[in-house]
């Protein structure tokens, strides 16, 4: 006959080990998941703008960085130029030396009295005395300028390895600031990816209201109003230029034809005025007069953005502003508010 015996019931203690092992596993989900719950579209936003603005930041360095290699690279031209054209000039010294001094060894062996007695002609010999006390001097000058020559070499040579340094250290940070911008703008790719597709959409969507917006207050700037026109003839061809470039796409380190970074549209926007600017934002801050009150500000004005002043754009009326805004974007109107604005400069 089959026993029937009932199933061992676990402890007590191992009863409460394991309900709390459970308990811990629930509160530990629980913990993950408040921990780390999925952004908002609207935090997400508030993070991609920053990690935009600190790519733009890294941009103008970029910029500057990429300027300095060019005017590096310039000198480092011109001073090696100079240091081949001084060698020709050198070599020809010492080869106009080395003919003297291998005729004074052809006709110096024989002591000069000699030569006297010897010449059928004391006039002739008299003259070419002299001649040779010229020739003597000439050399004497001849070695000098080979030995100035050759310090003006070296001193050149000694600068150029000093340029070259520079351009080498140029181009470490050129690159360091590019690899900084790349991992900025994959970093906020990233996150623009965490969102849905509808979602993607309706911040696109909601930008591109804001732009119309912009654009329209920018374009119904009463006539009469003293901000409504540029100040002189070059800005507002600098400004047109720029307004026609309207729906051009951000791209770091470009400046035109077909995109542009900040510094760049308004370098670029100006030397289709046949005005030349400096390339990054910080360095065109330093230029013309500046406005510190927006009251004050004028169509055409450069207005400058942010305590480092790593942006710029056109002031474009009606508190609005025309600039290159950051990757993702085009060029478009902007409330002056939605930065903080430092001041114009009028150019």
Known sequence: MASHRRPKQPGRARVTVLT?????????????AQADPKPSKSEVKAKVDKLYEEAERATEKFNGAKEQQGKLQKQVDAIQDRVARGQDDLNELRDALGSVASAQYRSGGMDPAL??????????????????????????EAVSDIQSKQRALAQQRKEAQEKLGDLADTRKELGSKKREVQAKLGEAQKLLNSLSAQERADLKQAEQKRADRAEARATLTPPGKKESKPVSGRVSSAYAAAQSKIGSPYVYGASGPSSFDCSGFTSWAFAQADVAIPRTSQAQATIGTRITSQSDLQVGDLVFFYSDLHHVGFYAGNGQILHSPRTGAVVRYESINNMPYQFGVRV
């Open 20 to 32: 709390a092992t459970a308990a811990a596993a629930v509160a530990l989900t629980s913990q993950t």
């Open 115 to 140: 030569q006297l007695l010897l010449s059928s002609s004391p006039d002739d010999y008299l003259d070419q005395a002299s001649a040779l006390d010229q020739l003597g001097a000439q050399q004497a």
